[in-house]
């Protein structure tokens, strides 16, 4: 049986087998493709088991405005003591003499009892040898260097002292083949179906238009840079509601609303910490007494949210554009645009820049590339996110605006107990409505009546 790859994955797999481990970067010059192109190379090949992608961080370390000061002139607190060196001085001399850092460099000193005072002078006591941050002002100097060659300890003071210290992240990728990817034979010629592997049989057919959908909406995100994570579809309460600050007397959280697992309940949900700033966080808010037993009911997710807010509060990246795609479950009554299950697309982008305006454009590029082009926005309510937005597209057939997507901005009380410091864009929807949208159906239920006629004379492109 033959097996298709695209000419990107053979270029990079090509890459690959002569130089192991590479970055993204390392892979664009060896393979002349874009960054646009590998970034889907290395997508695709992660999806079929092939890739194996490591990601790393390492903080480089320098001086900020006022760490260049005390490393050319010493800390604020050794000028002080310096002074003192020959007597005592009064107070109003001292701070003529060191100015606006007077205030600071009195304070650690009588904080760590380094002087004494008596009337209005202040005179040397206990002076160190070394000053604590002294050593690692004098070794980072003007340089750069590794957080981790660094006294954690000593350095540790100059980070919580205002504009010392500058802590730059930097991420880092590298790509790998996997064992089953070393064991496929490919050829150098790039165009030819030249890729042979022993792999079950199949039969002839074609993919249900529906995961034609799915798939064409995880290539659009993955173009715009996104990474997709993955996550269970039986969730704590934790995650699905309580992380998300749903109140546990919420309507969504009854049974008419949400499938429960019968007396299943999650024996971890949190650390001890999560757990705890998420219950203050209701009771402050909310005001009523939280339960953690209620946190434990095991349910099947009502939406793909769990999976991502549980991503940031493990990772809690400065920057990341990530979406998670699959099945979700409400407990609803079927008709033509509800069902009790269905498919879900949601993502979040977090930076310290992002703002609404920036999620609207995402989702304008989004609508466009899928080929819809007449939306709009309207302020709505969601319980997660302040301020929320609902996208309105127009239906040529029905003559009529129909709501899609609901994005906005993670309010603080969802992403502040969960120590994710940055603004958090978020948006989902079903995927079932843009695939009525796309076949030109009005009623969602087709998708899933094995009509063989319908299936077999639908266009695949639309």
Known sequence: MLQVFHDIEKKIIISLRDNLKQTPESLEKSTHLSPDQIRRGIEWLKLKDLAIVFESKSSMISLGKNGIESFEKGLPE????????????????????????????IGLARKNNWVESSSDEISIKNPPSDLPGEKTLNLIGNEKLSKDKLDSTDLSGLLRRPDFIVEDVIKTKEISLSNIAKSIKISDSVGDIDVEANVPEVFVARTHPLKDTIDEIREIFVTLGFSEILGNMTQSSFWNFDALFTPQDHPARELQDTFYLDKINAKKIGTPEQISKVSESHKKNWRYRWDINEARKMVLRTHTTCVTIKHLAETKPDEARIFSLGRVFRN???????????????????????????????????????????IKFWPTFFPYTEPSLQTMVYNEKLGKWIELFGMGI?????????????????????????????????????????NLGWLRSTKKCQ
């Not at 002080?80 to 109003?92: A, Q, R």
């Open 332 to 374: 609803e009554k079927v008709s033509y645009k509800h069902l009790v299950e269905f498919n879900q697309i949601e993502g979040v982008v977090v930076g310290k820049d992002a703002s609404l305006k920036n999620l609207m454009g995402i989702q304008r590029e989004f609508y466009k590339r899928i080929g819809i082009t007449k």
């Open 410 to 450: 993670f309010r603080p009380e969802v992403t502040k107990p969960l120590g994710i410091t940055q603004p958090v864009l978020a948006w989902g929807g079903g995927i079932e409505r843009i695939a009525m949208l796309k076949y030109d159906l009005d009623d969602v239920r087709e998708f899933y009546n094995n």
């Open 78 to 105: 050794r000028r002080l003591l310096n002074l003192l060196k020959d007597g005592p001085k009064k107070l109003s001399d001292l701070q003529k003499e060191l100015g606006f850092v007077f205030g600071p460099s």
